[in-house]
């Protein structure tokens, strides 16, 4: 869904504007919610096709909508959401299963119905008292001249490979950091606690990192990058010796990859803005990177669980992994030293 939608998502913002496709964008959740309350087959898949609508629609307006009205404060406002998504993400994860065992499950489909209807009411209410920051038509028009095609600027393309291997990185580990710790003879209670903590990781992280990098010089930044992907390789490079039930050694990894996958999604995020002029650009951008970067992704867990199961103790899979990390490290360094994506 996010692969289908990200990359037109630009285009709702250049005819609608942005104050009206973030509208519509909340309130296809909203009704995709409200449909999955009537329980049959349709109903659900519907509904879940307009909440993938609308999610995949935010996640590239986000960086727009910083850009546009906190263009001076872009390290702090990318800070505050994407601090906001994890606490969010960790607290419904948390309230579930007590709302659920005390009000059954119909509650939490209603709670899923009932927080997009708040956002909605209050973004209707606040969008009349800020201006509109978009132009709608024309500047579509301007965007997609031929020296602003997004797909085919080789600058775009390490924003693109930077989200792509970060997400395919944090899937991947979501899915199966569980099963190796168990193959390896790990207990599940202690599972259970190192993974609900790889949740917390970039909760730290993204407070400080975003406003760090939008007032580096070119330099710093790449240092930056440079500390991060030391620390990278090194959880990759662990991976080759993942032969053992030591705790000690399954939580340095889980840091690790918590922090690498962490960092390069706070640090793309913030480039989106930082990199480009306009909403519509910063958009078009993050919608290339993310339908992109989703494509990547959405095989990651697929062939590593395909090499996991053929040989658990194989080396192609932490050898493909290794590469990966490489590749997302000089990736992150050509954007550190993009000056603009649209400027030479």
Known sequence: MFLLISNFASKTMAVFGLKKALFLSIASIFLGTALRLVVTMPTMLLGTVFVGIGIAHLNVFMPSFVAAYFSHKVGVYTSLYSLTIMVGSAAFSLLTAPVVATFGW?????????????????????ARLVPEKVKTTATEKQVIAPKKRIWTNVRAWPFLIVFGVQATINYTGVAWLPTMMAHHHVSAGAISVIMSFYSFIGMPISIIVPNILVHMRRRGTMMAIAIAGVLSLAGAIMLFNQDTSSLAYWWTLTVLIGFATSFFFLYTMTMFAAKTDSPVETARLSGMAQAGGYFMSAFGPMLYGMAFTANPAGEIQNIVYLILVVLMIAAALLMAATKHLFKA
């Not at 509650?107 to 209050?122: K, R």
Request: glycine residues 4%; without cysteine.
């Open 106 to 126: 119909h509650a939490v489909m209603w709670l899923l119905v009932l927080l997009p209807a708040i956002v909605l009411g209050f973004w209707f209410y606040t």
